[in-house]
């Protein structure tokens, strides 16, 4: 379906989710495809950029924008590293050889669940950092989190592509030590940003009826739910042959849609030095 075919947000939220899946194919259909949410439900990542630069003044007015996102207490919790300087760039690339995108990008930033911050303070003001548990954790990379997202809104408002790599915390430690991060920091994503030389394309999402719960949570119909899902997915763009995960372990499936391909991707472990990484920071996770 092309951008000019939709006539209402039911249109774009049917394009993004499936025909009749949100509210039967109502939701949105007295709203115009000028509302601004028609942007947000159209979002996609962009990992193919223009030779085109960002300039500094754009890329000031984006972190005003993420930075303008809510934060656990108002605490501020979110820091973010431009990596500008080329040799940085390219060893962080090296890590990754698999994503060339980040070193393709006009941008390339990490973003930081900072608990120091607030630790400094507390000793600016005299007073005990109290709340030195795993919620301290959870608080920063939240706020992390909530400020690239917004960044990620802003700059494609601008038409601008992203594409977060958490992939970076798969080589925590370099990152840390190429970024020098201190005590009470840790890298939440990176972030790759330019202007997009593709026009990308819509990845399906989960019905509402597996991800919006009311009163309580309930699941019972998930298998059944996700079966849906994998089809109505499929029948959009089906996984090609050559990117189906671990052959060699679980052999061909008959059928290999999305919950096939993600139950083979977390049936490897990775990250495991995680709570280590945090805890060396200084950070607790009890
Ligand atoms: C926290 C986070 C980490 C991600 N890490 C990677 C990554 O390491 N490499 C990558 O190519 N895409 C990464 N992505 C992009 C996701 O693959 C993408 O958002 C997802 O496939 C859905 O596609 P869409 O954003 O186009 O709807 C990441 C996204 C998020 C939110």
């Not at 006539?7 to 899946?21: M, W």
């Not at 060699?248 to 391909?261: C, K, N, P, R």
Request: some cysteine; glycine content about 6%.
């Amino acid at each position: 379906m092309s951008d000019s075919s939709f006539n209402s947000l039911a249109d774009i939220i049917a394009h993004r989710y499936g025909e009749g899946v949100v509210g039967n194919g109502h939701s949105g259909s007295d709203m115009p495809i000028d509302d601004p949410l028609a942007q947000i439900i159209l979002r996609r990542t962009h990992r193919r950029y223009t030779d085109q630069p960002v300039s500094d003044d754009l890329l000031d007015v984006l972190f005003a924008a993420a930075f303008s996102a809510s934060a656990k207490s108002d605490l501020q919790q979110a820091s973010v590293v431009v990596v500008k300087d080329e040799n940085k760039r390219q060893a962080i690339q090296e890590l990754i050889p698999s994503m060339p995108w980040i070193g393709n990008a006009a941008v390339f930033m990490i973003w930081i669940g900072d608990s120091r911050r607030i630790r400094r303070i507390c000793e600016h003001r005299g007073k005990p950092f109290a709340n030195d548990h795993l919620d301290a954790f959870l608080n920063a990379a939240v706020d992390a989190a909530l400020a690239m997202q917004t960044f990620t809104l802003a700059a494609e408002t601008k038409g601008l592509g992203v594409c977060p790599v958490s992939v970076v915390r798969n080589h925590i430690d370099a990152i840390r030590d190429i970024l020098e991060l201190p005590l009470y920091t840790f890298p939440v994503a990176g972030l790759c940003l330019g202007w997009p030389s593709q026009e990308g394309f819509i990845s399906m999402r989960l019905p509402p009826k597996v991800t919006v719960h009311t009163d309580r949570y309930d699941d019972w119909d998930l298998a059944e739910e996700v079966a849906g899902y994998d089809k109505r997915r499929d029948e959009r763009f089906s996984i090609p042959s050559a990117s189906r995960r671990l052959n060699d372990v679980y052999g061909e499936a008959e059928f290999y849609g999305w919950s096939e391909d993600k139950a083979r991707q977390v049936s490897t472990a990775e990250r495991e030095n995680l709570g280590r990484f945090v805890r060396a920071q200084g950070i607790r996770t009890d």
